[in-house]
């Protein structure tokens, strides 16, 4: 798997992160072959993170990811799924290594600024539900 997708969360575009965050992870080696700007509804929001319906946090979640516009990427790279998660860094911003994304931006676990899908969890259903291959450009 060479793609996967990253969402630059509501809080981080709010505080104006998105060039930040993108130039640390382009540094990293990622290339984005799509990228758009979107407010997600409640609906889409719950439908997104489907796979944490009943979770204590899933209505926080939901209402989390639809407060705001969001950045969605999707990035290429070798290895991407788990070279992003390396990069972002773990769900906890305190926990998540020196210099990752959420260790330098992140403010609580919710408020962890991205999304970086997960490699056991279907990466591609994340990148088909915001983008057609009409949207993807390789060059
Ligand atoms: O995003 P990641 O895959 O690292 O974590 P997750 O366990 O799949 O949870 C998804 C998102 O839910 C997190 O990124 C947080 O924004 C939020 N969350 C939360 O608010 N409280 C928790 N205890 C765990 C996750
Ligand atoms: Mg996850």
Redesign the pocket.
Same mark, same amino acid.
Not at 109 to 112: D, I, P, R
């Given at each position: 798997m060479n793609r996967t997708l990253l969402i630059i969360k509501p809080d981080a575009t709010k505080r104006n992160l998105a060039g930040a965050i993108l130039k640390q992870i382009i540094d990293e080696g990622f290339t984005i072959v799509g990228m758009k700007m979107l407010w997600l509804n409640k609906e889409q929001g719950g439908e997104f993170?489907k796979i944490?319906k009943g979770k204590d946090?899933y209505d926080?979640?939901v209402n989390?990811i639809s407060s705001g516009p969001i950045v969605v990427c999707c990035l290429k790279s070798p290895n991407a799924p788990k070279k992003l998660r390396e990069v972002v860094g !773990?769900?906890d911003p305190k926990k998540a290594a020196q210099g990752t994304v959420r260790n330098l931006y992140g403010t609580s676990?919710?408020?962890?600024v991205v999304?970086?899908a !997960?490699p056991d969890e279907d990466p591609q259903r994340e990148i088909s539900f915001f983008f057609t291959e009409k949207e993807l450009f390789e060059y």
């Open positions: 993170y944490h946090f926080w979640l989390f !773990a769900t676990v919710g408020e962890n999304h970086a !997960a």
